[in-house]
Structure formats: structure tokens, C-alpha cells
């Protein structure tokens, strides 16, 4: 069933962006991965609210037999293009959604914007796209083949803004999760990043279980808040997917006392979502499935119908995610969390640590 009516619950009246603001020393934002993905720190907080300092290895003591963890199986594309206009100006591109094979929704940063129906050239005019439309920031591109195989061939891995080298090879493979299968993200689910294949197989051997959803990730993830109360912000729209078989794991879960623990925020976005817009299975905390556009905007005081714990990266200050960790946690126990999280130089954000929030 697809949704796009959405109904949003409603937001703290009096919160203010500037709650969910706090200073980083700008070396502490890491500019590569860890050497390996599981060599990550974690900083783990407790239900008091207390900070433990760990190694991301050590995650597993902390998980049950019969836990679930709910990892987002979406692929980042290789979403970035520079090509020209017809009248030969440079264009930078950056692909933000893929409504059909031929079609996209795109940035595009241009000396001056493209006109409708005109012609943008990439690869030396090896192919093509058509502006047909415009839907607030973002430009209607019609290509002249589809799109994806021209992305891998020709596309360049959208690297967050605050990361200040040009993508290479080992950003192709670790701005990735060894577990993504459906294309169609512009930013990576960073707190998935830090599993690989021997420590999903050791979770595997204890009792864990695993399920995926699918939550493309946009742009928009990094874009800032810009309205002083946060309930004037208007949250982008994601494309989610949460299917029988997610539903079925939560189910099994639940029914043996084990904790549904999302690895990220979009993971958690996508089963609010599927819980918000789709319907709850009464009694056992479960959404039932669904898929459709999300704006869902999680803000303190919201309360969450799936999720008993988050693993998650350190989120930008302002951000959305920042706030969706604030919901669960606690804004106090955000903000201390995140001093702790300072003053230990743990790194920050895409290509940093972990946190686990085990409430």
C-alpha cells in the first residue's frame, strides 16, 4: 500500500533550533573510515543516562539471544555528475531521486540555472538529460538512457559536504555497507557502516537476529534546519519500504521478549513510518508493512511505537537526526552524551564512531 496523504504526528510546540546546537573542534570530523569497519569506538549509554567507553567490537556483549537489529539494505548510487549546458556553461549534478529508469529529481549548481526543456550534456556528450520540470530546489531530468548504469560508469559517490577530499576508490567500497542491495540513496546509513561480514556472522552464532527495511536516504539529510522553532521545519520525503518480512521478525521477536534495536536513524524512520502511516499489529509494538514518501519529523516528545534501542553516529549540530536522537534519549542526556563524546575525541559524524543507545 503507498501512502502519500501523510498524517504527521504532532511536534513540540516549544523547542528552538538552538537547543540542538553544540561546538565541535572541526579535527574531530573524520575525513576517512577506520582502518577496518569494526575498529570504530562505541560510546554506549545506559538507561540512566550514563556514558561507558567502548570498542565497537564489544557491541555484541551488550545484545540478548532472540534481540533484533533492523539494518536499511539501501545502496548508495554514485549520484554526482559534472557536465555543461548546451550554452557550454559547467554544471555540478547531484541526483537526489530516480522516479523511474530515465527519470531523476536533482541539485543542480549551475553560474546560472538551466532553462526548461533544455538540453545538459555529460561525458563529453556521451548522453544526455532534458529539464522538464522544477518541484521547489530540485530540477525534473529526463535522460537519454537509463540512468543507473551511466551513474556507475560515469557518476562520482556523493561524499557529505564536510568531508574535504574527492572521492576515491576506498570511498566506493567503505562509503557503503557490506549488506546493500536496493539503489537509489544519495548518502550512506552511516551506523551500518562500522559491521562487517565476521562480526554479522558472530551475531548471527549468538542469537541475534537481523532484518532489513529500505530507506533511500536524500540530500536532505545534510541539508540544515532553518526555522528558529523547529515546528516550522518541513521535513524532506524519503522513499521507504517495510516489508511482510520485517513484520514477520518483530512478531517473532516480540513474541520471545527480544528488543527491536534499529542500526541507524533512517532505520528507525522507516518503521515509524510503517508504524505511523500503515498501522500497528495491536499489543505487540509491530507496524504493519507499508511503503510509500516519509516527512516524518522526529522531534522530543515524540512517542516511538517500534524502536527499544538505537545504534547510531554522531549527528551534525541542528540537524534533524540530532533531534530523532534527542526524542529517544533524552535532550539532557543528548547534550551530555555529546560533551562526554568531545572531550574523549571521539570522531564525528559519516566516517565516524558509534554510539549505542541501550535504553
Known sequence: MNNHSLTLPPLSADLLLSDFDYELP???????????????????????????DHQFTELIDFLNPNDLLVF?????????????????????????????????????????????????YFADERFSAEVVGREDALYELVFSEP????????????????ISHTPDAEDDERYQTVYAKTPGAVAAPTAGLHFDEALLEQLRQKGINTAFVTLHVGAGTFQPVRTKEIKDHIMHAEWYEVGPEVVQA?????????????VGTTSVRALESAAQFGGTIEGLRCPIAHQ?????FITPGYQFKVIDALITNFHLPQSTLLMLVSALMGLDAMKKAYEHAIQQRYRFFSYGDSMFIDI
Open 26 to 52: 572541526e579535527d574531530l570530523i573524520a575525513q576517512s573510515p577506520a582502518e577496518q569497519r569494526n575498529k570504530s569506538r562505541l560510546l554506549r549509554i545506559d538507561a540512566q543516562g550514563h556514558c561507558h
Open 72 to 120: 536499511n539494505n539501501t545502496k548508495v548510487i554514485k549520484a554526482r555528475l559534472f557536465g555543461q549546458k548546451c550554452t557550454g556553461g559547467r554544471i555540478e549534478v547531484l541526483i537526489e531521486r530516480l522516479p523511474d529508469d530515465n527519470r531523476a529529481l536533482a541539485h543542480i549548481k549551475a553560474s546560472k540555472s538551466p532553462k526548461l526543456n533544455s538540453l545538459l
Open 147 to 162: 540512468l543507473l548504469p551511466l551513474l556507475d560508469q560515469f557518476g562520482e559517490t556523493p561524499l557529505p559536504p564536510y
Open 250 to 262: 518483530i512478531k517473532s521477536a516480540r513474541t520471545v521478549g527480544g528488543r527491536v534495536i534499529a
Open 292 to 296: 510509500g514518501d516519509t516527512r516524518l
